[in-house]
């Protein structure tokens, strides 16, 4: 009886410390290490190297985040970002020397049928005599490319081309790999369709009638023709692709600029970064198993993946495509998204594959989430009733300081628990360090900007309000 109320003799186990330094255990004040590269590679506590980090907006997910991308680039991880619509990373990604590349409405182009390095990384492996490696480096492109073609469709119809156009696509895209010479852009995947070739007629069925053929392929032409023409999508992916994406640095494709009402541009511009990202890191992968460069790790981000979800029925499998590796060695993946609800208000058929990310990402991080959220919540990941009610309290609102006169800091900002499959899950208070702050402020539109106080203001009355300027 005695021996229980001693601190710290009443705490179960330790914290893990492996990985990047998060913050303090909150009971405890224990350090708590996490990041789902170390967990995975050196810790063996996770069987995936990924991370799902779910909660209300403001509470410091992408800042969790960024600790895991700037520790882990420390130890040699390279941090990708694919698409930040804040921005939230651009600072940290610049302060870490990687590149930014600049993408929006009238900024910088996309171009989805650009295999990127897979065309020069096959021919480095046919000289090496990997010839299996070539092939997968291949079809991967050419994968990577028609669900891209698709996706675009499904965001511009609001539903997924059917399967014979489907089917059109992969053997137009197949004709373009043939006989075009270059990086083919939208336009010469029009000309293939308008051209009818032999192979593509087959797959269209048109029975040897150039009619037919015309009739069932006009969807897909007016399609592709919005897409080529800066309609609502705009001209980002129809043109050759101004910035490639490096493999030897960290890397943040900056979409900020693209405005939040714009949800089609923003899915679209999301799933091209994903679709290069990933691409580059297939390739990165195949050199590397060839013997040819350097393993290299990557910490791949996929920030507010819910405006991506939400954009059209059938998006999640194409999510699901753009991020499966071949090869999944040395790739964290760290999605982030706000709630269980956002997923389960898709449409049917999508709701249990986008719960299926939650499930299957080896740790889930939840930060102050509403109770209703609980029963979904815990659907996806075992939470014990006091978990529940922990997270329940990170939501609370931030009480009204009556000195200062403004609101106190949210109770749930940085506060998260990590999960591990049934594991008792670990409460950790992210803190920041000093040289972090300059990087993290993602509120920089709502700072007051520094006025000089009004004359008649008494400089020297000790106002609080004249401090808070200051
Ligand atoms: N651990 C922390 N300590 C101090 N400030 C923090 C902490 N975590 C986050 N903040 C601050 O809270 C604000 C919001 O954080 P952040 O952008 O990471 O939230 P978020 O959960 O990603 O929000 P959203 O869902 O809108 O993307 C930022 O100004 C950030 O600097
Ligand atoms: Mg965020």
Redesign the pocket.
């Known amino acids: 009886m005695q021996v229980c109320g001693l601190w710290p003799f009443a705490v179960g186990t330790g914290t893990p410390m492996v990985g990047v330094p998060i913050?303090l255990q909150l009971f405890t004040g224990a350090t708590v290490c996490a990041d789902p590269i170390s967990w995975f590679q050196d810790a063996n506590l996770i069987s995936n190297p990924s991370v799902f980090v779910l909660?209300?907006?403001?509470?410091?997910?992408?800042?969790?985040i960024?600790r895991m991308a700037a520790g882990g680039a420390g130890m040699g991880n390279l941090p990708l970002v694919l698409g930040d619509l804040?921005p939230?990373y651009v600072d940290l990604i610049a302060a870490l020397g990687g590149q930014v590349i600049t993408l929006g409405r009238g900024r910088g182009h996309l171009n989805i049928l650009d295999p990127g390095e897979a065309t020069q990384a096959a021919e480095r492996l046919r000289l090496a005599g990997k010839e299996t490696e070539r092939q997968q480096v291949l079809a991967d492109a050419h994968a990577r490319r028609h669900t891209m073609v698709s996706a675009l469709l499904t965001i511009l119809r609001k539903q997924p081309p059917t399967d014979r156009e489907e089917s059109i696509l992969d053997a137009a895209l197949k004709v373009l790999d043939e006989h075009h010479n270059g990086v083919p852009v939208l336009g010469d995947l029009l000309q293939v369709l308008r051209d009818a070739p032999p192979e593509v007629r087959a797959v269209a069925l048109d029975r040897g009638d150039r009619t037919r053929y015309n009739q069932i392929t006009e969807d897909l032409e007016a399609s592709l023709i919005s897409l080529t023409s800066g309609g609502r999508l705009g001209e980002t992916f129809a043109h050759p692709t101004d910035v490639p994406m490096m493999r030897d640095r960290p890397v943040v494709y900056d979409v900020s600029s693209i405005d939040d009402t714009d949800v089609d541009l923003q899915a679209a511009i999301l799933l091209a970064c994903w679709s290069a990202g990933f691409g580059t890191v297939n390739v990165a992968n195949a050199l590397a198993d060839a013997g040819l460069e350097p393993r290299r790790h990557y910490l791949v981000i996929l920030?507010?993946l819910w405006r991506a979800l939400r954009a059209g029925r059938g998006m999640v499998d194409r999510v699901d495509a753009l991020t499966r590796l071949n090869r999944q060695r040395g790739v964290g993946l760290a999605m982030?998204s706000?709630t269980m609800s956002d997923l389960l208000a898709l449409a049917e058929e999508d709701r249990m594959k986008a719960k299926g990310f939650v499930e299957r990402a080896g740790m889930v991080v939840a930060?102050g989430l509403p109770a209703a959220e609980m029963p979904m919540l815990t659907s996806a990941v075992a939470l014990s009733r006091a978990e529940q009610e922990l997270l329940a309290s990170w939501q609370d609102p931030p009480a009204w300081d009556p000195v200062a006169g403004r609101e106190t800091?949210p109770p749930g900002?940085?506060k998260f628990l990590i999960k591990v499959g049934g594991h008792p899950g670990i409460p950790v208070?992210?803190?920041?360090v000093q040289r972090e702050l300059a990087v993290?402020?993602?509120?920089k539109a709502w700072r007051p900007m520094a006025v000089p106080p009004l004359p008649t203001a008494g400089a020297a009355s000790g106002s609080t309000s004249g401090e808070d300027v200051a």
Do not use: A, M, W, Y
């Open positions: 913050g909660g209300l907006p403001g509470l410091g997910k992408s800042t969790l960024r804040k939230d920030d507010e982030i706000h930060g800091e900002r940085g208070k992210v803190e920041l993290n402020d993602t509120n």
